[in-house]
């Protein structure tokens, strides 16, 4: 449609000066029958501009629900992959392909299908940070809201393969009591939470409550008061008489909590460098207002799923989504 180089990964064309970049941003969204789906992580600008903000099943059951004719989705690239397998005719759009997922790229479809095939007879439960390569050879898809109460539906002697996250699937091992075969993968945010530091920030609030992902190590899911996805730690944290709370999950969340909780205190886990924001996941923070902008303007970039590997990724995707739906998630 638009002769537009895209070669860096994202519209590379300077915005208009002087424009009114949101009030543009709701006209294109309008005239093109566009909806923007934000995860809880990318900067505050974008949550407040998104027509749905959600975790990563969230984002995905909105998808699969969206009359809209674009996706727009401001997130990280395997969710906008899951968007376009559940909407293959739909156009996809992400403002900045390179936003990757380094617990995605922990998990090479290639060594992974040999691991897979080197364990026969296993059931296959990949997390939903992962290529649509590798949800080609799964059986089910999970997510962090979700991955308790899935595997849970597998009878008790059920062999199987989680992956690519081994902290969360540690965690799930010792929340049901399974023993699954895990992929030695990991997110590089969530790996760096210093237990040390967040036992020094106990002493200075001792009536906060710590909050922490499942992809954290498990020393601090150990500590943590309430251990869940984004949405389950922002429901914790809404729901909760406890006024202050220690966050051990990328700092993105920290925008939604103080939102949806005026009066409370939300302090973001320190990582073990303090020198870095590296609680800030750079992969998210490439999506930016501007080529949010860029993105709805020239459609593009678009997320392209090659039709084979979309043929066999929808179906763990579904089981997924049907799974959560008949318990109610
Ligand atoms: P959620 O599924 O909790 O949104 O987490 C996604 C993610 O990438 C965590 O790092
Ligand atoms: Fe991936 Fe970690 Fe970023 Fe989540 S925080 S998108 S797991 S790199």
């Known amino acids: 449609m638009f002769d537009v180089n895209i070669s860096k990964g994202y519209v590379d064309i300077p915005v208009p000066e002087g424009i009114d970049i949101v009030s543009e941003i709701e006209k294109l969204k309008r005239e093109k029958n566009a909806v923007i789906l934000a995860h809880y992580y990318q900067s505050g600008e974008i949550q407040d501009i998104a027509d749905f903000v959600g975790d990563s099943l969230a984002l995905a059951q909105w998808a699969a629900k969206t009359d ?46 040999e691991f897979v095939k080197q364990h026969p007879g296993y059931k296959v439960i990949s997390y939903v940070n992962t290529s649509a390569a590798v949800k080609a050879h799964t059986d089910v898809v999970v997510t962090s809201s979700n991955a308790r109460q899935i595997v849970e539906s ?65 020393d ?18 809404t729901q909760s008489d406890c006024k202050c709370f220690i966050v051990a999950t990328e700092s993105g969340i920290l925008h939604e909590m103080k939102k949806n909780n005026p009066d409370k205190e939300f302090i973001p886990a320190p990582p073990n460098d303090s020198t870095c924001a590296c609680n800030e ?27 084979e590997i ?14 959560s739906a008949s318990l109610g998630i």
């Not at 996941?281 to 039709?307: A, G, H, S």
Request: charged share 25%; hydrophobic share 45%.
């Open 68 to 113: 809209a004719s674009i996706l727009v989705l401001c997130g990280v690239h395997f969710m906008g992959e899951t968007a376009k397998i559940i909407c293959p005719d739909k156009k996809v759009l992400i403002p900045d392909l390179n936003a990757g997922c380094s617990l995605a790229d922990s998990c090479p479809a290639d060594a992974f299908a």
């Open 154 to 218: 597998f009878p008790a002697d059920e062999k199987i393969i989680f992956g690519p996250d081994k902290n969360l699937g540690n965690y799930i091992n010792s929340v049901t009591g399974r023993d699954m075969l895990l992929w030695d993968g990991a997110c590089h945010v969530h790996s760096q939470f210093s237990l040390e530091k967040i036992v020094e920030l106990k002493k200075q609030y001792p009536d906060a409550l710590v909050l922490a992902h499942p992809e954290c190590k498990k």
């Open 220 to 237: 601090i899911l150990l500590i943590a008061d309430k251990v869940g996805s984004t949405a389950a730690l922002l429901r914790f944290a």
């Open 281 to 307: 996941c750079n992969f998210m923070r490439l999506n930016t207002l501007k080529k949010l902008y860029n993105t709805l303007k020239y459609e593009l970039p678009e997320i392209i799923v090659d039709k």
């Open 310 to 323: 979309a043929r066999k990724a929808i179906k763990p995707i579904q089981q997924m989504l049907d799974i």
